[in-house]
């Protein structure tokens, strides 16, 4: 990753969450948002690790770092996970994603979420997530499945089949229930 991509997916991450960039912001917001702060040290963590052999003490300090916040604010996102710009984590605490899922460009993810492998069954695998998605408080999506674009998906939905484009869908198993798609949910879109 280069210097200018790591940059722009920091001020992509911060405009989702309608904050102007600027280093007092940065700051200011860093100090107060959990759900930021865990992104920007994720994000930095990536970015030293490609960065080459002079910048692994400071990758291993944010990888520790990454590591501390994991237990603080109960967020487990790898450092390596392939996640596009905009990230938003609206609340933290038990949000868990496998380091091979893919997850495309503003993406909000809120607390209790879990995106993981299933190892069987119908669809073994890890999800692969478009643009735009919203995912509920308490969702589950889990197995070798593709989640559209323009995507909602509600709150304590478990998910194991794949969903089209601007699906909103709840309950368990996951049902769609319109084609409404997640306008109304992911804002402030880069």
Same mark, same amino acid.
């Given at each position: 990753?280069?210097?200018?991509?790591? %940059?722009?997916?920091?001020?992509?991450?911060?405009?989702?969450?309608? $904050? !102007?960039?600027?280093?007092?912001?940065?700051?200011? @917001? /860093?100090? =107060?948002?959990?759900? @930021?702060?865990?992104? =920007?040290?994720?994000?930095?963590?990536? /970015?030293? !690790?490609?960065?080459?052999?002079?910048?692994?003490?400071?990758?291993?300090?944010?990888?520790?770092?990454?590591?501390? /916040?994991?237990?603080? @604010?109960?967020?487990?996102?790898?450092?390596?996970?392939?996640?596009?710009?905009?990230?938003?984590?609206?609340?933290?605490?038990?949000? @868990?994603?496998? /380091?091979?899922?893919?997850?495309?460009?503003?993406?909000?993810?809120?607390?209790?979420?879990?995106?993981?492998?299933?190892?069987?069954?119908?669809?073994?695998?890890?999800?692969?997530?478009?643009?735009?998605?919203?995912?509920?408080?308490?969702?589950?999506?889990?197995?070798? %499945?593709? $989640?559209?674009?323009?995507?909602?998906?509600?709150?304590?939905?478990?998910?194991?089949?794949? #969903?089209?484009?601007?699906?909103?869908?709840?309950?368990?198993?996951?049902?769609? $229930?319109?084609?409404?798609?997640?306008?109304?949910? #992911?804002?402030?879109?880069?």
């Amino acid at each position: 990753m280069k210097t200018n991509e790591y %940059i722009n997916l920091i001020k992509s991450d911060l405009a989702r969450y309608d $904050i !102007k960039p600027g280093v007092y912001e940065l700051l200011k @917001f /860093y100090s =107060l948002n959990p759900g @930021f702060k865990y992104t =920007l040290v994720m994000r930095t963590a990536s /970015y030293l !690790k490609s960065a080459g052999r002079i910048w692994v003490p400071l990758y291993l300090v944010a990888r520790f770092v990454l590591m501390r /916040y994991e237990f603080k @604010f109960g967020i487990s996102i790898p450092y390596n996970t392939d996640i596009g710009p905009g990230l938003y984590i609206g609340h933290y605490g038990g949000v @868990f994603v496998n /380091y091979q899922a893919v997850i495309g460009k503003n993406c909000n993810i809120n607390h209790d979420v879990t995106i993981g492998a299933a190892y069987g069954g119908k669809t073994p695998g890890v999800p692969v997530i478009g643009d735009n998605v919203y995912f509920g408080p308490g969702s589950k999506i889990i197995g070798g %499945i593709h $989640i559209g674009n323009n995507v909602a998906i509600g709150a304590n939905c478990v998910l194991t089949k794949s #969903v089209h484009d601007n699906a909103i869908v709840v309950g368990i198993p996951g049902t769609i $229930i319109s084609e409404k798609g997640s306008s109304e949910y #992911v804002t402030n879109i880069i």
